[in-house]
């Protein structure tokens, strides 16, 4: 088991950046495959983007360009650089490990204000 613990999120202006991470409780070295989704109020929580042990990366369409993931196995940590926010961009953001089962973190507030 894992425990999943993310900070970074906060309020910022639109065209601004942020930058979240995720401390994992244990080494994430053999979990395959770590991400972050996010959910909107009143949607359903969406993928933003996964990056796997070599070093894969996939992104939604959405965030292509602007959001970089990144993980440290070092430090137990997966990183989420988000560049040129929108408003459209403002949601609870979730850490998720994929290994036998899927563990998630509570989630981190981004707010993105016009």
């Known amino acids: 088991q894992v425990q999943l613990v993310e900070s970074g999120g906060g309020l910022v202006q639109a065209g601004g950046s942020l930058r979240l991470s995720c401390a994992a409780s244990?080494?994430?070295?053999?979990?395959?495959?770590m991400g972050w989704y996010r959910q909107a109020p009143g949607k359903q929580r969406d993928l933003v983007a996964t990056?796997?042990?070599?070093?894969?990366?996939n992104y939604a369409d959405s965030v292509k360009g602007r959001f970089t993931i990144s993980r440290d196995g070092a430090r137990d940590t997966v990183s989420l650089q988000m560049n040129s926010l929108k408003i459209e961009d403002t949601a609870v953001y979730y850490c998720?490990?994929?290994?036998?089962?899927?563990?998630w973190g509570q989630g981190t507030q981004v707010t993105v204000s016009a």
């Open positions: 990056i796997t042990r070599s070093g894969n990366t």
């Open positions: 244990r080494s994430i070295f053999r979990i395959n495959v």
């Open positions: 998720v490990a994929v290994a036998t089962t899927s563990y």
